[in-house]
Every structure is written in C-alpha cells, then in structure tokens.
C-alpha cells in the first residue's frame, strides 16, 4: 500500500532532511514551502531518483488560505509532520502586534486547523502519525525567544492533549524537540557565538538535520507502535 506524507517547511533544514529519509523509506510526498521555490525544486529533483510521488504546495500558513490551501492539496494521507518555523530573536518589548500575530498564526493556529481538517483522512487507515516540530525551548523557556518559547510551548500542549483525544482511532501524535541545530535559524550567530553555544551543550557540537529527520522516521514507523503524547528531546543533553 502507498504511504503519503504531508511535510510542511519541506524546504527547510529540517523538513528537507525528513523527505530525504521518508523517500528513501518509500513515502510519497506532499511537500509545503512558501518563499523557498528554488529550494524546493532542487530538494524535488533530487529526490526523483526515488521513484515517488511528489507533490508541491506553496502555501502562506500565517494566513488564513494558505491553511486551507494545503488541507485542500492533500488527497490519501498517512501522516503529518509540522516542520514549519521562524524564530524572532530579541526582547520581547520590542516585538510588534504584527510578529506576535503571525507568530501564533503559524505555529500555533496553523498546525491545529491543518491536524483538525485532515484528521478524517489520517483515520481512515488502521495506523497513522503527526509529528509536531516543537523545540527545546518549548520544554524550558529562552530569554530574548519569548514568543518563540511560548508557541513552541503551545504546540506540546496541543500534542498532549490530541493524542489522548484521538488514541483510540490509530492516530499516535508526538512532539520532537530539537536543540540548536544547523539550519538558516543560526545564520544571524556569529562564529564566536556559535562556540560558546556549542560549549554549552554537553555532547559539544550542533546536532545535523538529518538527526532530527531520523527521530521524525521513528514516530511514524511501526517501531514506535506504542509510543503517543510524547516529547522526544534531541538536544545533544542541553536540557534533560
């Protein structure tokens, strides 16, 4: 039977190397961008060699059509993983209504209508999974991430929650929550502060994409059958 996987921010660090591992494992792909179309192209014709279907949906999820836009895209589905982000840094004072808004539009709002409206197709099968991309500061809080802190926090509730509601239906719902990791969010940090937080960190360095996107592969395996409304932390020991 065909497998079919929604990635939202496929064209990210992240949800890049998770359709790399879920094409290598057969998924066929439903992948969401917005801004990244160059990225996304490439990440496509680079996965053709697995011989999938790819399907790509550009989509603004701070807005209230683009959520719609990919619940509408999306045909036979067998899991979700919610992979899309940014993460302002600075105080909070000086953030404006606007950034707050679509702050909770796109971590918050978004992931719950799309899991909302696409729950029925999820249960037509006897077994599927969502993985939200939660974060280390979702977990424990960050000065001068405040509001990424918040949603992040939002998005592990909701999981938690969810996955009582719908256990029953097949449906196991997890958070993953990566730690600093090498993606375009670490651009704005320079060499010297990309050290000091490698310091910090008890295994020593930055976690790979590809490291998140194998924990991802696990929740929606058949390994973790028995695993729902949980935090996966892969944090390298930052925060246990």
Known sequence: ???????????????????????HE?????????RNETNILELIEKLKVFNIELIPICADLTTEEGIHQVC???????????????????????????????????????????????LPKLMKYPESSIVLISSIWGQTGSA???????????QISFMKAISKEIARSGTRVNCVAPGAVKTNMLNGFSEEE???????????????????ADVISFLLSKDSSYITGQVIGVNGGWYT
Not at 1 to 23: D, N
Not at 26 to 34: F, K, P, Q, R
Request: glycine letters at 8%.
């Open 194 to 212: 990309l050290d000091v937080l490698e310091s910090e960190i008890p295994i020593g360095r930055l976690a790979e994409p590809k490291e998140i």
């Open 1 to 23: 039977m065909k497998k079919y996987a929604l990635i939202t921010g496929a064209s990210g660090g992240i949800g890049a190397a998770t359709a790399f591992k879920l094409a």
């Open 72 to 118: 509408n895209s999306v045909l036979n589905l067998n899991a979700i993983v919610y992979s899309s982000g940014v993460a302002p840094y600075g105080l909070f004072t000086d953030l404006s209504e606007q950034t707050i808004d679509d702050m909770l539009q796109l971590h918050v709002k978004s992931p719950l209508i799309i899991v909302q409206k696409l």
């Open 144 to 154: 001068c991430e405040v509001m990424y802190s918040t949603v992040k926090g939002a």
């Open 26 to 34: 057969g998924w066929n792909l439903y992948l969401h961008y917005y």
